[in-house]
């Protein structure tokens, strides 16, 4: 390409630099927010894996206990008995640090001496003297990670207190561990003060094994099996850790959909710049086909600016996302936290799949996006321009036709929704091709709609009004793309938000039924709501004691192999034998009886994920080893992503050597108030460090966690809309400024100042209105797709769709901001423009 | 429309640039040192006994463990040959390490008050190997420990067990991969009690100083296994049993010691003490015990040695002596001391050589040989003299 076209195209990309410098802004934005979300599921999922690596060193196998761990004995009889040197006990455990909220530390109980084999020989910095000795023979003694010393300000010789289940307990700081990867919220402990402080004594929760690879390893497991008691087995190292990232898939791949939409909004004002900068230059290019200019060259032309232009936002939006992601990647720990596991992320790991995907999507986006205006470009015939309002008659021509392509979109996305399944990638896929169709209705729907208010208008501001109508019609290439771009960014924050509105008032719902007792008692939680702790032995007994308190329920909640597979398995004992706290989505009947005599119920998500039905039998790791246990029925539950797995206490007890209680319902007698009652239950609870809420409370709290989960998305949405904004001020300007020689003419026949104002003024609020409007459907839509496909596939859930006002009129005064906003600067500039100057061709 | 354009781009190049800076201004560490868990082992003195005077002793049961001491071993070396003519030399060594001498009454059964340490080793003359094996273990749960009667002292499956009840026969087993012994000790002769009546002063501070005794000579049949090979063997051990709580005094830096069976009936022990300026300690003594099982003491001045020859370890870089001539003019007899095998050198957890010896020498007119092993310690740099002092003084 000669250099004389570089130079008409750069001089014509720096002649509107308003129109660039949006594009750039938008593009930038949209890569930001997909780099964003990469680097901080990124980085939290290698924080998670680094975490579980520190800790599981070399070791290559896991033998696991049921529930309650292994006994002693087991690592005797695998460390002597059959001679495996590469052997470690664990036990493990997030704690609490209570004196700082949401801070916890990953409690290691380790043998030092059987260290060396399998992590290494465990060290401390500086090599203090008395330190091993100490850590073996005094009780409450600990080594702290390097990192958590410092966050703590704990040095050697200091103290850190931490909360076990109901429990504080301080620990005397004897050393600091090194830094090293993955490491850094460790808090080392002897095995003995291990089994002490966690109430343990008897038990490990693991044994650490380095076996070699192949037959060898696979007959040391075989060997080791034979010698293990009920319940206990041999696993490979990192399943586990798997099957916990695993889990969290579904929740990364929608907040990558989310970012995306960013992207795609963006990318949609790259179309509408450049498709406006190929109309504002047709004499131009007309001219340069007269001169020799080929067709190919042309494109290429356009092509190479959307290039320049993208290859700018993109390198702009690279930093910018990776100083969001900072932001972004504690909103993402946070939830991770809340639904699935505890996870502390000190660093935005910079990782370079995620930026050249980033580069990837910000060029080819935006070259993709300026594929449409180059084919435009350069089917432009060559020695002259057409006229404008050949221009324009041919634009308004092809409405129907895009319109129809939108319709053979609307048709391809739902085949390739059909067709995903349960693919979730492929949904989203689907969902934004629907989106894309919609989007190509918008000009059909718009043009309808402002049809319709020309006569209103008219009425209402005389000449000027219907001027304004006519106007936005009459230039239907630049207005269609605007009303477009305009309408499907209100419609996906209208989306996203009717999506979260159903899904809470889904969960609030089911709160409303499954909580039913008036008060509940539970240990305070890592991990969201979920008790994974236990309350003290005696306190559910001193409790029903408590005057006022008519009768107790129980649960019990831990994780456990549910055909192979990790999961939260819930062991309740109502206190009124009733199937009113659950709601059955499939079953009911017969399930209840079915529950007695030993079923299980398994939540939505549960049965979703494993493909699992009533009559299904699930194989249940207990402590009398595994068992085969009915599906009796599947309930709607949507306190776990991953599903649970619920049977009655009696059935529990059965199968499990435990009396623990996670968590306790507490029914009030007649007449008894309730808030008195938990003073009175505070008073019983004594110094126990238990959380006693009224079922308010427990709703509140429950909703609150939901609301932090959705903190992520809210701040993409706000992307979404800051992107769309910066898109209609571009394409609304450009439109406006575009008439300035129309709008001088109209001057120059008598049209005074004030009037420009009122007609600029009434054509971007009749745009903005009416993007507003056809965002309304297009958002129902997309919402609708988000809770009865994206969701049930992404988790399983059936969530009800809530139709609410709010956010629609929202969306509508959003559109007529933004439209108003855009309004303001040209029609300033045009109301003031010389009239001669105005009046002169470009 | 300029304007607003220009001022967009700055905010969002000031954006890109405020975010460059803020990733690359992340503070960095320079990581510490640290050491391992052998070389941190070790204990404050306070609360332990000290070996400040001499005490009787009693057996079988000072062959079990003492566990107001902070340090202990049972030390078992000896020289075997197969009928084949194949010879090989072994140790095997059970070390206790008191972590506490008040241990705290606790509810867990990982609860421990010693850590042991036990070192194995095969010298395979004939194919010039030295395998060595060490392991580690607390002393809970029956993992490792001692126990008098019976006597028994063991790490996992490492152990040494009497096998008569006063303990004058002992069977010692030891595998770690495919290296592995099984023999049957019987004690040829008394224990014999060394320094003064079993209480061996290492310095002149009081309480520098360990109970030390010695069977000497213990006839020993039994079986090695190296490799796919498993040799049936005779030959004779030597067993150092000492406890203590500090030994090694200001300025000693490590030791040389010599345990030798001469074919004459006699069995000598020598222990050198070095200095860091490389003279012997006055404290360093010895013993000589006779045919009849009666032992007569060794002082420093009693006894020369001269180191002749030195090998440097290719692992460590290290320089030991490895021959030596030892003169004892009050026993007549002169020895010249030569190892089976060069490399006989620990390298981890701590730094030191042991191995086994030929000797060849007169006693008075009379030409003598004899077999045993010699043990250097401190050697190198400082932080494994240091360690090693620590661990095992």
């Given amino acids: 390409m000669s250099r004389t076209l570089v130079r008409a195209s750069l001089r014509h990309l720096l002649a509107h630099p308003g129109q660039t410098a949006l594009a750039l802004v938008g593009i930038a934005l949209g890569v930001a927010a997909v780099l964003s979300i990469d680097l901080a599921n990124e980085s939290a999922r290698r924080a998670f894996e680094a975490a579980t690596d520190a800790v599981a060193g070399r070791a290559t196998h896991h033998v696991v206990g049921g529930p309650s761990g292994l006994p002693d004995d087991v690592y005797r009889a695998v460390r002597i008995d059959l001679g495996i040197r590469a052997a470690a006990p664990i036990l493990e455990r997030d704690v609490a640090v209570p004196d700082v909220p949401g801070y916890s530390l990953r409690l290691l109980g380790v043998d030092a001496f059987a260290e060396h084999d399998v992590r290494g020989d465990l060290r401390v910095e500086g090599g203090g003297d008395v330190s091993f000795a100490a850590l073996v023979t005094e009780p409450g003694t600990a080594l702290l990670a390097r990192e958590a010393a410092d966050e703590l300000g704990v040095q050697p010789g200091g103290r850190v207190v931490v909360r076990v289940a109901t429990t504080r307990h301080r620990l005397a700081v004897l050393g600091v561990l090194p830094r090293r990867v993955g490491t850094g919220n460790l808090l080392v402990v002897d095995v003995a003060t291990a089994q002490e402080i966690l109430g343990a004594v008897g038990r490990l929760d693991r044994i650490d094994l380095v076996l070699p690879d192949g037959d060898a390893g696979v007959s040391i497991v075989e060997r080791i099996r034979a010698r293990l008691p009920a319940g206990a087995d041999v696993v490979p190292a990192g399943a586990r850790a798997h099957a916990l990232v695993e889990a969290t898939r579904a929740f990364r791949v929608n907040l990558t959909a989310m970012s995306l939409l960013a992207l795609f909004v963006g990318g949609f004002l790259v179309y509408n710049t450049m498709l406006f900068s190929v109309v504002q230059r047709r004499p131009l290019i007309g001219t340069l086909r007269a001169l020799g200019v080929t067709r190919r060259e042309i494109f290429v032309l356009v092509l190479g600016e959307a290039a320049a232009v993208g290859s700018v936002a993109t390198l702009l939006g690279l930093p910018i996302g990776v100083l969001l992601a900072h932001g972004m990647v504690h909103l993402v720990t946070r939830t991770i936290n809340d639904l699935y596991f505890v996870v502390t992320v000190r660093d935005v790991a910079i990782v370079p799949l995620a930026l050249a995907k980033a580069v990837a999507l910000g060029l080819g986006g935006t070259v993709l996006a300026a594929l449409a205006p180059a084919i435009e470009a350069a089917s432009t015939a060559p020695r002259t321009a057409l006229a404008r309002e050949t221009l324009e008659l041919r634009a308004r021509r092809a409405v129907p036709a895009l319109a129809l392509g939108g319709l053979g979109l609307i048709v391809l996305g739902s085949a390739v929704i059909h067709i995903a399944g349960r693919g979730l990638g492929a949904s989203y896929a689907g969902l934004f091709i629907i989106f894309l169709g919609m989007a190509l209705l918008v000009p059909v729907v718009g043009l309808g709609l402002v049809r319709v208010l020309e006569w209103p208008l008219a009425a209402l501001l005389g000449p000027v009004g219907r001027l304004a109508a006519r106007g936005i019609s009459a230039s239907l290439s630049r207005t269609g793309v605007a009303m477009a771009a305009l309408a499907i960014a209100v419609a996906a924050t209208v989306g996203v938000t009717l999506m979260i509105g159903s899904f809470r008032s889904t969960v609030a719902r089911w709160l409303e039924t499954s909580v039913q007792a008036d008060v509940y008692v539970s240990p305070p939680s890592l991990v969201g709501n979920r008790p994974d702790a236990t309350l003290p032995r005696d306190l559910v007994e001193r409790l029903r004691g408590v005057s006022g308190v008519a009768a107790i329920g129980t649960s019990r909640v831990l994780r456990t192999d549910v055909d192979g597979v990790p999961v939260t398995l819930v062991a309740i004992d109502p206190p009124r034998a009733g199937a009113g706290a659950f709601r059955f989505k499939d079953g009911g009947g017969q399930a209840w009886e079915a529950w007695q005599r030993g079923a299980v119920f398994v939540s939505e998500p549960f049965a979703y994920r494993r493909g699992r039905a009533v009559g299904d039998h699930v194989r249940v790791r207990s402590d009398a080893g595994d068992v085969e246990l009915p599906i009796a029925a599947i309930v709607h539950d949507y306190g776990s992503s991953e599903g649970v797995v619920l049977m009655s206490r009696a059935t529990y007890g059965r199968l499990w050597r435990d009396h623990g209680v996670s968590s306790a319902a507490v029914y009030a007698g007649q007449g008894v108030d309730v808030d008195a009652l938990v003073r009175t239950l505070r008073t019983a609870a004594g110094d126990d460090e238990v959380l006693i809420r009224p079922s308010r409370r427990l709703r509140e709290d429950s909703l609150a966690v939901f609301d932090r989960t959705f903190a992520v998305t809210g701040v993409l949405r706000l992307l979404v809309v800051t992107v769309a904004f910066v898109g209609v001020l571009a394409a609304l300007m450009a439109v406006e400024l575009d008439r300035a020689r129309e709008l001088a003419v109209l001057r120059a026949q008598g049209l005074t100042p004030r009037d420009v104002w009122w007609l600029v003024a009434t054509e971007t609020g009749l745009l903005g209105l009416v993007a507003g409007l056809a965002a309304i459907p297009v958002g129902i839509a997309l919402s609708a797709l988000l809770v009865f496909v994206i969701n049930q596939r992404a988790f399983g859930w059936t969530l009800e769709f809530s139709l609410t006002a709010a956010p629609l009129l929202q969306a509508v005064g959003l559109a007529l901001a933004a439209a108003a906003l855009a309004g303001v600067y040209p029609a300033w500039r045009l109301a003031r423009a010389p009239l001669a100057e105005a009046l002169r061709e470009e | ?393």
């Fill in chain 2, 1 to 393: 429309m300029k304007r607003v354009a220009v001022v967009l781009l700055l905010a969002l190049a000031g954006l890109a640039a405020l975010a460059v800076v803020r990733l690359f201004s992340g503070e960095r560490r320079a990581p510490r040192p640290s050491v391992a868990v052998v070389e941190a082992l070790s204990t404050a003195d306070s609360g332990f006994a000290r070996a400040d005077a001499p005490r009787p002793l009693a057996f079988p049961g000072d062959h079990g463990p003492h566990p107001e001491f902070r340090t202990e071993w049972w030390y078992y070396t000896g020289n075997l040959s197969a009928a084949d003519g194949r010879r090989f030399g072994y140790q095997l060594t059970f070390f206790r390490i008191g972590l506490t001498a008040r241990p705290t009454r606790r509810d867990s059964r990982w609860a421990a008050r010693d850590a042991w340490m036990a070192h194995f080793a095969l010298t395979d003359v004939g194919g010039r190997r030295f395998h060595a094996r060490h392991r580690l273990a607390r002393g809970a749960l029956d993992l490792a420990g001692a126990d008098a009667r019976p006597f028994r002292v063991w790490l996992e499956d490492w152990s040494a067990v009497a096998t008569a009840p006063d303990a004058s026969a002992m069977r010692l087993v030891a595998r770690e991969g495919d290296v592995a012994l099984a023999l049957d000790l019987r004690t040829m002769k008394p224990p014999a009690l060394q320094g003064d009546r079993g209480w061996s002063r290492k310095g002149p501070e009081p309480g520098n100083a360990s109970y030390y005794y010695s069977l000497t000579r213990l006839e020993t049949r039994g079986h090695v296994s190296v490799g796919a090979d498993r040799v049936a063997v005779t030959g004779t051990s030597w067993m150092d049993r000492e406890w203590s709580t500090s030994a090694l005094g200001a300025g000693q830096v490590g030791w040389d010691w010599f345990a030798l069976q001469l074919d004459d009936g006699r069995d000598v022990m020598i222990y050198r003490l070095r200095r860091a300026d490389g003279a012997v300690d006055p404290f360093s003594a010895g013993s000589v015990v006779a045919r009849d099982g009666t032992t007569t003491r060794l002082d420093a001045a009693d006894v020369h040695v001269e180191a002749q020859e030195w090998w440097t370890s290719r692992t460590t870089d290290v320089r030991y002596p490895s021959r030596w001539r030892v003169s004892i003019p009050r026993e007549h007899v002169t020895l010249d001391i030569a190892p089976r095998l060069a490399d006989q050198e620990w390298t981890e957890p701590v730094r030191y050589w042991e191995g086994a010896v030929t000797v060849r020498g007169t006693a008075g007119q009379r030409p003598v040989a004899g077999e045993g092993y010699v043990e250097l310690v401190g050697y190198g740099d400082a932080t494994a003299r240091r360690s090693r002092a620590r661990t095992t003084p």
